[in-house]
T-cell receptor, first 111, second 114 residues
Framework: GQNIDQPTEMTATEGAIVQINCTYQTSGFNGLFWYQQHAGEAPTFLSYNVLDGLEEKGRFSSFLSRSKGYSYLLLKELQMKDSASYLCALTGYSSASKIIFGSGTRLSIRP | DVKVTQSSRYLVKRTGEKVFLECVQDMDHENMFWYRQDPGLGLRLIYFSYDVKMKEKGDIPEGYSVSREKKERFSLILESASTNQTSMYLC?????????????FGPGTRLTVL
């Protein structure tokens, strides 16, 4: 099976940097996703890591370490609009197209 | 741009009613998915489909069925709605092509069963 753990809530200050961690226990997976979900809206794709290391996309970066069973999403220069839930997800081992989602981390940005 | 649409944003039904939730995608994606999302439980997969007329059970299929008669359309059916099916329902689609399995989501349907 696959277990994905993320903190339930985090708070950060506008303009600062925040790191959202995701740990998982799985026998294997193809890649790791991060999605952003604003309240009342659908999740939207942020990043996808297949290889170990850091993937940078503007203010957002995502890191993966398969040996440690660990990923993080790094958000820089935080803006109020970054207040959202951030979902960590793994592609299913048994099916390349099936994704298993974590419960998400609700990030609140304060002025 | 990928577009996934769902028939309703908000829906209120009574216990025992038959409920249809429709999802349409316009990107010729092979894969389509139905999830429900509840506070503290995250997204849970109900059913998915890899092709027309094909369906597979997800993690919580009980009380639900699906239909995929056309490639672009994937319907979720609650044969007899119950109050514990009050939830946000999200449809998603993805392509078999390319190196990722990125799923694109519709706006969601918030269903309340009274």
């Amino acid at each position: 099976g696959q277990n994905i753990d993320q903190p339930t809530e985090m708070t950060a200050t506008e303009g600062a940097i925040v790191q959202i961690n995701c740990t998982y226990q799985t026998s294997g997976f193809n890649g790791l996703f991060w999605y952003q979900q604003h309240a009342g809206e659908a999740p939207t794709f942020l990043s996808y890591n297949v290889l170990d290391g850091l993937e940078e996309k503007g203010r957002f970066s995502s890191f993966l370490s398969r040996s440690k069973g660990y990923s993080y999403l790094l958000l820089k220069e935080l803006q109020m609009k970054d207040s959202a839930s951030y979902l960590c997800a793994l592609t299913g081992y048994s099916s390349a197209s099936k994704i298993i989602f974590g419960s998400g981390t609700r990030l609140s940005i304060r002025p | 741009d990928v577009k996934v649409t769902q028939s309703s944003r908000y829906l209120v039904k009574r216990t025992g009613e038959k409920v249809f939730l429709e999802c349409v995608q316009d990107m010729d994606h092979e894969n389509m998915f139905w999830y429900r999302q509840d506070p503290g439980l995250g997204l849970r997969l109900i059913y998915f489909s890899y092709d027309v007329k094909m369906k597979e059970k997800g993690d919580i299929p009980e009380g639900y069925s699906v239909s995929r008669e056309k490639k672009e359309r994937f319907s979720l059916i609650l044969e007899s709605a119950s109050t514990n099916q009050t939830s946000m329902y999200l449809c998603a689609s993805s392509s078999e092509e390319g190196s990722t399995d990125t799923q694109y989501f519709g706006p969601g349907t918030r269903l309340t069963v009274l």
